[in-house]
């Protein structure tokens, strides 16, 4: 859990770093600083509704609350929202997504609050897939009230589109549980039974009482082999039909072999049964199987919740210049779609008006607005900044962009690792040649003694199962990334991890890394008597609305004034009426100032003087220092090849004590760097932003993106890391390694155990039950092992408990 | 051994209503979300003594 500091630099809700003029708020007692209007009011609420346990639960920081937040009164139109909300009782249910849900505190939030809200029903919240389901009651609340609750406190929510996909998903698992619940008790009955049986050591049981038994072993070991195993033995016909030899042939061969020839030996009363070996050999493989979707499932969710975060509704203008709110089904090519700004853009399109402005932040991860002219494209899922604007649709649904990137990452995800696939290949192998060893054991065993050859034969079978072998690196992956998804880093490649284990060297790409870019106010120097504040609140209102990156620096003002008739002057500054007074806001040269024509500052004159300079810079991320001291004491070597020039790069190299700096690289100077580290034979990770330097982070063996707010799957990159920190760079190496250490030892595990069972068991040294604890204890202890994964040890440093100061003075020049 | 004859059904009677319960388990969402709930018992929860929405309004 993060200490809470009374006095800390960063905003007390979101812990973003705060502007040089919070809000505060008092709560429990202390004055506490806050970034934004947004988060000071969603902290007041929490606290006033007497849910300040949040701040104790949490073991993440909340996300920033947007306070120029979406109207919600389309949410309450029946015709829209037919398709997604369910009526239950003469209630309404409805689940949304929700992109901001971190930790369970959040989840545990948004329920506490939702339930104080009248008419509210019932109402959940899932953290880990990030879905809140809302029932209300029509006649006592509207929909739109309930989510501007949920949106003011820093969860902005989305209707959710593959609500059918969803469901599918939850029944399949809810199968697979009912399937493990089903063996396990069926499993745990049939082995007492058998017991039963060999306690009876001395044969002193009557035939009447141990077929009594045996009859009672088929009713509760069917359901078990045929209801729970189905999943092996569809899988066994998938693979006969393909003709190949797979694991889930030998398992359900195994089974069906074993409980085929106990039935056999129970009607005609033969001396042995061999149910508990069948039973048990489906309940653990089922129980590894269990544990590695359910790893597989985690990652993948919170992938999905992200990509599949789109409007729902679209505004769209009729022929006769009059607008409706159409389902984004509706929408077709063609249709005229109209975007307040702060909407997102619904269809792929082409820009209508003049000029206009978009964030596109979850195509590209570019956090400021890109302007666009009339005739450029306009992509869905982008959010229209500063002003509205209309489009004429050119792709709708799975055609636009961001429905191929969306798959692009499930393919992604599907994909197996090279390593699987080879474990796979050696494991079919292996399925085959045993098959033989079987066929020529038995005939042997005839040979030898005829009363065994079967009971030998199936133990061979079933103890030298190659399961453990196969499981061995599949289930390392995915607990592994499982683990990352919780740390917010997504894998883009599949083998991704198996590089980073071997990385010795991780190469900085751009100072923008280590800083956040956020502009911070550095202070301000005033002329001519004016207050700061008096200043602030001019310049806020100046550059609230003009959607430039340097507005951020004056978020934090919140009594700004009003501004009319602003007018941007791209390249210079701004100006504007506040207070009767035409202000300029701008470079020197635009303001008529004396100072040097330098963007790390601002200058405010109303026409005839000058008023004040206000410096902004650059702040670095908060943990950066954390991070390379982590990432120094994993062994690795750091440098900072930065595009910039030589003072700021240096500036904050020697911030961070990283050495080996270059400034002002080329992106072909970066490639030659890095390829002249991989020909002195090191291994280098390279951490960029994913936007402009792709051809460099693929260069690198392994690469890391860095992205803030949304996480934005698209980047190209090995690893996405979807959460604001840099903390998760040693984390995710150190997990690499780990995960590394964990296949080691899994393959060595799986291949000793197999060389040694199989000519034990071909021996005759095995029974079939032996030979099924044997073998499913060897999967469970792979499966167990790569379970260790999950456990995070934190990666803690010296730099942690020293950290003082989170953001310094650091400017880059244009 | 007569006693068998009554135990072992009875055995899979309760072997019955045991999946039997897990199924409805299952079924009815137990085990949708195990995350969010462990969470919910660590603090005392106060909210029957305050004031929801709505009765403040009235």
Known sequence: MLPIRPESADCFHCGEPLPAVPSRVVIDGASQAFCCDGCASAAQWIRDARLGDYYRLRSENAGKVDVDSVDFALWDRDDLMRDHIRHIEGDREITVLSDGMRCAACAWLIDRALRREAGVVDAGANAVTGRIRIRWNPARTQLSILLRRVASLGYRPFLSGGEAREEARRVERNQWLIRLGVAGLGAMQAMMFAEALYLDTRGEMSMATRDFFRWVTILVSSPVVFYSGWPFIAGMLRELRGRRLGMDTLIASATLLAYGASVIETIRGGPHVWFDAAVMFVFLLLAARMLEQRARNIASAQVDALARARPALATRELADGSREAVPLAALEVGDIACMAAGDAVPADGVLLEAHASFEEALLTGESS????????????????????????????????????????????????????????????????????????????????????????????????????????????????????????????????????????????????????????????????????????????????????????????????????????????????????????????????????????????????????????????????????????????????????????????????????????????????????????????????????????????????ALADGAALAQRAADLVIAHPSLQRIPETIALARRTRRVIRQNLAWALGYNLLALPLAAAGFVTPWMAALGMALSSLTVTLNALRLTRQPKVETSAHRERAATAMPVTTPP | MAILLFLVPVSIILLGIAIWAFIAAVRGGQFDDLDTPPIDILRDDDAEDLPRHDDRAD
């Not at chain 1, 990352?484 to 883009?492: F, R, S």
Request: proline fraction near 4%; hydrophobic fraction near 45%.
């Open chain 1, 369 to 704: 607005h890109v302007s666009k002219q009339v005739g450029d494209s306009v992509f869905a899922g982008t959010i229209c900044r500063e002003r509205p604007a209309r489009i004429c649709v050119r792709e709708v649904g799975a055609n636009t962009r961001l429905s191929q990137l969306a798959r692009l990452v499930e393919q992604a995800q599907a994909h197996r690792p090279p390593l699987a696939r080879l474990a796979d290949r050696i494991a079919s192998h292996f399925v085959a040649a045993l098959a033989l060893i079987a066929v020529a054991v038995y005939i042997t065993w005839r040979v030898i003694d005829p009363s065994r050859a079967f009971e030998v034969t199936l133990a061979l079978l079933v103890v030298s199962c190659p399961c453990a072998l196969s499981l061995a690196i599949p289930t390392a992956l995915s607990v592994a990334h499982g683990a990352l998804a919780k740390l917010g880093v997504l894998a883009m490649r599949p083998d991704a991890l198996e590089t980073l284990a071997a990385v010795t060297d991780v190469v900085f790409d751009k100072t923008g890394t280590l800083s956040d870019g956020r502009p911070l106010l550095a202070d301000v120097e005033t002329f001519h008597g004016f207050d700061r504040a008096e200043i602030l609140r001019i310049a806020a209102a100046l550059e609230r609305d003009s959607g430039h990156p340097l507005a951020r620096a004056f978020d934090g003002v919140d009594d700004a004034l009003i501004a009319t008739d602003v007018l941007s002057v791209p390249g210079f500054g701004i100006e504007g009426d506040v207070d009767g007074v035409r202000w300029r806001l701008g470079r020197a040269a635009f303001v008529g100032a004396d100072g040097r024509d330098d963007q790390s500052e601002l200058w405010l004159g109303d026409g005839t003087r000058v008023i004040a300079r206000l410096g902004i810079r650059e702040s670095t991320r908060a943990d950066a220092l954390d991070a390379i001291t982590a990432l120094r004491e994993l062994g690795l070597r750091l440098h900072l090849s930065s595009g910039d020039g030589a003072n700021p790069v240096a500036r904050i190299a020697s911030a961070l004590g990283i050495d080996d700096v270059h400034s002002r690289q080329t992106p072909e100077r970066k490639l030659a760097f890095v390829r002249s580290l991989q020909n002195e034979g090191r291994c280098v990770a390279m951490v960029g932003d994913g936007l402009n330097d792709a051809p460099v982070l693929a260069g690198a063996d392994v690469s890391f």
